[in-house]
């Protein structure tokens, strides 16, 4: 929503990797990402140790999660294409999910052409400037400004272009799938219950979520700072808080950011029978049949295909036959396979500030003196007002630099220069 990270669970036993890989655009916006991510993590960590367990995948392989057996790709899609709607699951802004997302699209189009896509990436209210767009009437740049691709959705737009040239160039609809982060962090401090009509972006009530889907999310919501992320949380811990009104509130903006993307892509399925939508959404919304397909199905589309794109984060033991319709795997990106830059710290993000939650033992953050409640005022120079530019900045950071960091502790700022290691030595 994307972030997020939490141990294996109930039924569908998600592991620690995919659960925070498969959220972080749902709840870091890009959550993820996803992510995510967008909005208001609980928490994302930066800091992975590559340690999940993916024997089971071999690249460019599609693979059936029920038992794990390869599947003819050609068959698969020809069958999707006769569907209503395809949710493509991705790491946001990793090479490999986007390119493997516009040979998706190529393929489908082929076979249906009668299609539209929609975008997680953009707020309904960027729906006329994405209507210019596949009209011709807007360079990249302009596409990208009017959008308030940066401001919105802070990822990479190399990654994602390609697909709208796609779109573009075969006069292929897009749709804005998501709301505002506005409309977001309203509903997680007022609940959806107190938005007045004209404030709800056109979004009707969503459909509850299925006790899945809520102890899924419960494991993230105990770790917000708030709750102590320290404490291991009991059977009784988790009841309370399953019922305490800040949960309820967490609960419905999540449900609310699925509800959205389901009704755009519903209204759209239910005005042309024929019509083939594609979703392109973080692998968050999709896992398990939770999120985006349930609020489908609850409006009555139960035509829904589901596939994921592999992640190194991802670990083998979390799938079986409710993960999704189709795996897909992937050779990640150079860049991507190397162990990232670790600063070490849990990020809360609340009202255009992000803070620090809780500190990694033995991280670099640590080491160079910051501590719980800090607040980011800087990093790398650049003005901070969400988590997911300090994802960014410390992720793009080299091995072997630094990286100046200003923090705000009570009534001071301080700085603090982030020193990590040459890769060799990290190896």
């Given at each position: 929503?994307?972030?997020?990270?939490?141990?294996?669970?109930?039924?569908?036993?998600?592991?620690?990797?995919?659960?925070?890989?498969?959220?972080?655009?749902?709840?870091?916006?890009?959550?993820?990402?996803?992510?995510?991510?967008?909005?208001?993590?609980?928490?994302?960590?930066i800091d992975h140790t590559g340690t999940a367990d993916n024997r089971c995948i071999v690249p460019n392989q599609w693979y059936n999660p029920d038992d794990m057996a390869v599947i003819d790709s050609n068959?698969?899609?020809?069958?999707?294409?006769?569907?209503?709607?395809?949710?493509?699951?991705?790491?946001?802004?990793?090479?490999?999910?986007?390119?493997?997302?516009?040979?998706?699209?190529?393929?489908?189009?082929?076979?249906?052409?009668?299609?539209?896509?929609?975008?997680?990436?953009?707020?309904?209210?960027?729906?006329?400037?994405?209507?210019?767009?596949?009209?011709?009437?807007?360079?990249?740049?302009?596409?990208?400004?009017?959008?308030?691709?940066?401001?919105?959705?802070?990822?990479?737009?190399?990654?994602?272009?390609?697909?709208?040239?796609?779109?573009?160039?075969?006069?292929?609809?897009?749709?804005?799938?998501?709301?505002?982060?506005?409309?977001?962090?309203?509903?997680?401090?007022?609940?959806?219950?107190?938005?007045?009509?004209?404030?709800?972006?056109?979004?009707?009530?969503?459909?509850?979520?299925?006790?899945?889907?809520?102890?899924?999310?419960?494991?993230?919501?105990?770790?917000?700072?708030?709750?102590?992320?320290?404490?291991?949380?009991?059977?009784?811990?988790?009841?309370?808080?399953?019922?305490?009104?800040?949960?309820?509130?967490?609960?419905?903006?999540?449900?609310?950011?699925?509800?959205?993307?389901?009704?755009?892509?519903?209204?759209?399925?239910?005005?042309?029978?024929?019509?083939?939508?594609?979703?392109?959404?973080?692998?968050?919304?999709?896992?398990?049949?939770?999120?985006?397909?349930?609020?489908?199905?609850?409006?009555?589309?139960?035509?829904?295909?589901?596939?994921?794109?592999?992640?190194?984060?991802?670990?083998?033991?979390?799938?079986?036959?409710?993960?999704?319709?189709?795996?897909?795997?992937?050779?990640?990106?150079?860049?991507?396979?190397?162990?990232?830059?670790?600063?070490?710290?849990?990020?809360?993000?609340?009202?255009?500030?992000?803070?620090?939650?809780?500190?990694?033992?033995?991280?670099?953050?640590?080491?160079?003196?910051?501590?719980?409640?800090?607040?980011?005022?800087?990093?790398?120079?650049?003005?901070?007002t969400r988590m997911i530019q300090v994802i960014s900045i410390v992720q793009r950071t080299s091995h072997g630099t630094w990286l100046p960091l200003l923090m705000k502790r009570g009534d001071k700022e301080?700085?603090?220069?982030?020193?990590?290691?040459?890769?060799?030595?990290?190896?």
């Amino acid at each position: 929503m994307h972030g997020l990270c939490t141990g294996p669970i109930f039924r569908k036993k998600l592991t620690n990797r995919l659960f925070s890989a498969a959220l972080i655009t749902m709840l870091a916006g890009g959550i993820s990402a996803s992510h995510a991510a967008d909005v208001a993590d609980p928490h994302q960590v930066i800091d992975h140790t590559g340690t999940a367990d993916n024997r089971c995948i071999v690249p460019n392989q599609w693979y059936n999660p029920d038992d794990m057996a390869v599947i003819d790709s050609n068959n698969f899609l020809r069958e999707a294409a006769q569907g209503r709607v395809v949710l493509l699951g991705e790491h946001h802004a990793q090479g490999d999910h986007q390119r493997w997302e516009l040979h998706t699209l190529v393929a489908l189009y082929t076979l249906n052409p009668n299609m539209a896509i929609g975008f997680e990436m953009f707020p309904r209210k960027a729906q006329p400037v994405l209507d210019k767009w596949i009209a011709g009437k807007l360079t990249e740049t302009e596409f990208l400004e009017q959008s308030n691709w940066q401001k919105y959705w802070n990822f990479d737009a190399k990654y994602y272009m390609p697909l709208f040239h796609f779109a573009r160039m075969n006069q292929i609809p897009i749709h804005a799938l998501n709301v505002s982060k506005g409309l977001l962090k309203k509903v997680r401090k007022e609940g959806w219950q107190n938005i007045k009509e004209e404030d709800r972006e056109g979004v009707s009530d969503p459909a509850p979520p299925g006790e899945g889907y809520k102890n899924l999310l419960i494991t993230i919501y105990q770790q917000h700072s708030a709750h102590k992320p320290s404490v291991k949380k009991d059977k009784q811990d988790t009841a309370a808080a399953l019922e305490s009104p800040g949960f309820k509130r967490f609960l419905q903006g999540q449900t609310l950011w699925d509800a959205a993307m389901a009704q755009i892509i519903f209204h759209e399925t239910e005005k042309n029978p024929s019509l083939l939508f594609v979703g392109v959404m973080g692998s968050g919304h999709v896992i398990n049949d939770y999120g985006t397909p349930d609020q489908l199905k609850s409006l009555g589309q139960k035509e829904v295909t589901t596939m994921i794109a592999w992640h190194d984060d991802f670990g083998c033991e979390g799938i079986d036959g409710q993960f999704a319709d189709a795996l897909i795997g992937m050779t990640m990106q150079t860049e991507s396979t190397q162990p990232k830059p670790k600063l070490g710290v849990y990020l809360e993000e609340d009202e255009e500030k992000v803070s620090v939650a809780k500190l990694v033992e033995g991280s670099i953050a640590e080491a160079i003196g910051l501590q719980k409640g800090d607040i980011f005022v800087k990093a790398a120079g650049k003005k901070i007002t969400r988590m997911i530019q300090v994802i960014s900045i410390v992720q793009r950071t080299s091995h072997g630099t630094w990286l100046p960091l200003l923090m705000k502790r009570g009534d001071k700022e301080i700085e603090f220069v982030a020193r990590f290691s040459p890769l060799e030595e990290d190896e």
